[in-house]
């Protein structure tokens, strides 16, 4: 079942038995635990739309395409996800807090597209076994406390794409290297000699420009749970790829509620879109150096969708500290957070200090 507005689960029966189903990744269809019978789920054949940013900010996100949401917030790390269906407490996907479902109602922008599950819980399971059983210098009880309590759980996390053309106008600097030959007096052998040397020499040119691009699908993170750092990580997406959301995608997975909503997005965008305008600023100055002295940058034409992106994921505490392991369940990327074992690391050390001083001894 997936949880919808208002607390209630939207069922799935299977057509053969009547049990609940599940999204079954990698062939986008809900399956039976049971019976094993497949229902197809009916791909709506309209792209996914744009919607236009300024026409929805000025609404205030009051009037948009929006639904109740019921969800619970993890006291530990703020994660605000759906509450599992028939279960009053289960653990966080980000952090491993036990959540009791005492369940919160959120007005917010409804999904209008999603990447559905493509890995399977079984291969995240042995990414999960390869990585933890390759890292060096862990600690010896990790492994063990991993695989008793780092669970791998299916989880969409709400992301913003946004569209925008750009034009930009700037003033700044180019600079070009040339070289000179110049001399120098220098004492040589208790004798001062002229010699002459070569010098790179760097020539500023005032200047400016214009500069214009589109930018499409320009990814920002909805959830403040996720470290931004893992998450960037597991990119590129296949965005492409997205397809109109539809509950029975959920069926069987979490999914995070974003906490960042629609305008701190755009925010996070435009500093993506400034960082390559200022690549181009630079491509376009030329020359061997650049100085961008001014930057003003329109944007016009822009859109967003509001999209959920599937990972397995998996948190564990180790002394008081909590890490994560992610995999991007489009693409099989892997991603994680890991303790380190100084104890270990000193020992190396020691080792190798008394590799070095033995080889000397030989060698003296």
């Known amino acids: 079942m997936t949880p919808r507005p208002g607390g209630k689960a939207r ?72 509450p599992a269906a028939d279960r009053e407490a289960f653990r966080c996907p980000y952090c491993g807090a036990s959540i009791v479902a005492t369940e919160t109602s959120h007005r917010l922008i409804k999904p209008q597209a999603l990447l559905p599950f493509h890995i399977e819980r079984k291969k995240a399971d042995v990414l999960f076994r390869e990585w933890i059983g390759g890292l060096w210098f862990a600690p010896n009880a990790l492994k063990k406390l991993a695989r008793l309590h780092g669970r791998l759980q299916g989880l969409y996390v709400p992301y913003w794409t946004y569209d925008a053309d750009t034009a930009s106008r700037y003033t700044g600097s180019r600079g070009d290297d040339h070289t000179e030959t110049r001399t120098r007096t220098v004492t040589r052998n208790g004798q001062r000699v002229t010699e002459t040397y070569r010098k790179t020499v760097t020539v500023w040119t005032s200047v400016s420009g214009n500069v214009a691009r589109s930018f499409d699908d320009v990814l920002a993170l909805g959830s403040n749970s996720l470290p931004r750092k893992l998450a960037e990580k597991l ?31 755009w925010q996070d ?43 397995w994921i998996c948190s564990y505490r180790y002394h008081d500290d909590v890490y994560r392991f992610l995999v991007n369940a489009r693409t099989g990327e892997v991603q994680g957070e890991r303790p380190w074992s100084w104890v270990k690391i000193l020992l190396l050390a020691v080792v190798i200090a008394a590799v070095v001083v033995a080889v000397i001894r030989l060698n003296a």
């Open 11 to 82: 069922q799935f029966p299977c057509r053969s038995c009547g049990a609940d189903v599940e999204f079954a990744p990698g062939i986008s269809a809900l399956e039976c635990p049971y019976c094993g019978a497949h229902t197809e789920i009916e791909i709506s054949g309209q792209p996914v739309a744009e919607m236009d940013l300024a026409t929805m900010l000025a609404r205030l996100e009051s009037e948009a395409e929006t639904e109740e949401v019921a969800a619970v917030q993890c006291a530990s790390c703020g994660a605000r996800v759906e």
């Open 235 to 265: 990119e590129p997406w296949d965005l492409e790829s997205l397809v109109p959301y539809a509950d029975e995608y959920l069926s069987g997975f979490q999914a995070e509620r974003y906490q960042i909503g629609l305008a701190e997005g």
């Open 269 to 311: 965008a435009e500093g993506q879109m400034e960082r390559v305008i200022r690549r181009d600023v630079c491509r376009d100055i030329g020359g061997d150096h650049q100085r961008i002295r001014s930057l003003d940058t329109r944007h016009e034409n822009v859109t967003f969708k509001h999209v959920l992106l599937p990972l």
